[in-house]
């Protein structure tokens, strides 16, 4: 099969490329490198087609999507607070961009979509898990930007019968998230904090709970969202179904590290959930999906790379 994955030189798409890889499949690549870095793919490079251009180019998105089978659409503008300070480029990027994808995957007759959604479009809804009928009720920009690029999905399925999948990731960490940008995802800052022995920074008390998901699971969910034969049109939450603290996590850190760091407490960040918690029967019973890889186990191993990636770093 031909897999077309938008954003597949960044953290989640990397990783879904080189598993597309192994599988035998073919793969093209679109990416601005905007936040992907053509290093992330250095292992898999001779075997895919990489194009870089950006998906609120609609040319360019109808040339990378010639002749695809399947499209997992994961380039997106990431971040809460980014979205807060520049509501409109999170816009273009998140909702004009997802609806070029979805426009030239209608003229090129693809099997499915898979859209790259999130758990920020529950918002507070305050009941704990998050069931996917809840009602979204998002509190961020970026929050929007992801529940408007499920319903133009959703859309596309009633007016273009175009098959399509949301899967509402929830807080995904592991190897090639990018620890260096102010809005990069808690776990590579906290893990590389660790490794520099800097001080991590906590906004708010540290008592807010996200269910961090390993990648690998969030991996699993994009090739069975795309295989599963009675998944289209559905949303599913990807998570693990448990969650923890910012505190119980710099605990952990603190015993893998084999080092005490003290967290610097700071504000909380505007438009930042308190409680994140994912019911995940959905995907378990449609998609077959199964968290293999829970979380102490995958801050280990995402701590290794980190530290494996800082070691390659000081022998060059
Ligand atoms: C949201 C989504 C997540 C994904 C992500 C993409 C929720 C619950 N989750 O993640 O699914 O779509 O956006 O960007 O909406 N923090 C610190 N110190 C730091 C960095 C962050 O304390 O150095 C805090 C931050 O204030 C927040 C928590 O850590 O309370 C998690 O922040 P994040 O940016 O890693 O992820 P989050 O939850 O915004």
């Not at 250095?42 to 950006?54: A, D």
């Not at 007759?109 to 898979?114: G, M, T």
Request: hydrophobic share 35%; charged share 25%.
């Amino acid at each position: 099969m031909r897999y077309l994955v938008t954003g597949g030189a960044g953290f989640i798409g990397s990783n879904t490329v080189d598993e597309l890889v192994r599988r035998g499949h073919s793969v093209v690549v679109l990416d601005d490198l905007s936040a992907g870095k053509e290093e992330n793919l250095t292992e898999v490079r001779s075997k895919i087609t990489f194009i870089k251009g950006s998906i609120t180019e609609l040319e360019i998105v109808q040339k990378a999507m010639l002749q695809a089978d399947y499209v997992i659409h994961l380039a997106a503008r990431a971040s809460v607070p980014r979205s807060v300070k520049d509501p409109i480029e999170t816009n273009r990027i998140n909702v004009d961009g997802t609806l070029n994808v979805l426009v030239a995957a209608r003229d090129n007759k693809v099997k499915r979509v898979v859209f790259a959604a999130s758990s920020s479009v529950y918002g507070e809804t305050p009941t704990l898990p998050k069931s996917e009928d809840m009602r979204p009720l998002p509190i961020s920009p970026y929050g929007v930007s992801k529940y408007v690029g499920e319903l133009y999905s959703q859309t596309f399925g009633r007016c273009y019968g175009l098959e399509n999948v949301c899967l509402r990731y929830f807080n995904i960490f592991g190897p090639r998230q990018d620890p260096d940008s102010p809005y990069s995802g808690v776990l590579s800052r906290f893990a590389t904090a660790f490794l520099e022995s800097t001080q991590p920074v906590v906004f708010g008390d540290g008592e807010q709970t996200r269910d961090f998901t390993y990648v690998d699971n969030a991996v699993q969910a994009n090739i069975l969202a795309c295989e599963a034969p009675s998944a289209s049109g559905g949303t599913f939450n990807i998570g693990t179904g448990r969650s923890i603290s910012l505190n119980q996590v710099l605990q952990m850190l603190q015993n893998i590290a084999g080092k005490k760091l003290a967290a610097k407490y700071e504000p909380p960040r505007e438009g930042d959930i308190r409680d994140s918690l994912a019911d995940i029967r959905r995907a378990r019973e449609t998609l077959g999906y199964e968290p293999t890889v829970m979380f102490e186990e995958g801050l280990q191993r995402t701590f290794a790379w980190y530290l494996a990636q800082s070691a390659k770093k000081v022998a060059n």
